[in-house]
């Protein structure tokens, strides 16, 4: 049974950092892209980054030089270290995993990832 649990959510301050982090128990975590997605109160969820099995990273437009995806193979472990956050990162943010063949790809549909964590809230202050 796959377990993805996540932590480091919190309330910070307009222009904060916090550090997400994600780990994984009962699966070969080697084997999965993984994502970070969050969902906004009363709003769709959406990618925010992604990374291969292969350690290649994509983010989201908003994210590009705030946020950093990376992944720790040996300790099962995902990050995502978030500086100068706003408040319009204000959000549910929710570690997953996707199953894949290629060590270059990821995902960037909800649908194509298959165990999700509970989420952590962020909230970020004005």
């Known amino acids: 049974q796959v377990q993805v649990v996540e932590s480091g959510g919190g309330l910070v301050q307009d222009g904060g950092s916090l550090r997400l982090s994600c780990v994984v128990s009962?699966?070969?975590?080697?084997?999965?892209?993984m994502g970070w997605f969050r969902q906004a109160l009363g709003k769709e969820r959406e990618l925010v980054a992604a990374?291969?099995?292969?350690?290649?990273?994509y983010y989201t437009d908003s994210a590009k030089g705030r946020f950093t995806i990376s992944r720790d193979n040996a300790k099962n472990t995902l990050y995502l270290q978030m500086n100068s956050l706003k408040p319009v990162d204000t959000a549910v943010y929710y570690c997953?995993?996707?199953?894949?063949?290629?060590?270059?790809?990821?995902?960037?549909?909800?649908?194509?990832?298959?165990?999700w964590g509970q989420g952590t809230q962020v909230t970020v202050s004005s």
């Open positions: 997953a995993l996707g199953r894949t063949l290629y060590r270059s790809s990821w995902y960037y549909n909800a649908q194509d990832y298959n165990y």
């Open positions: 009962g699966g070969t975590f080697s084997d999965y892209a």
């Open positions: 990374i291969s099995t292969g350690g290649s990273t």
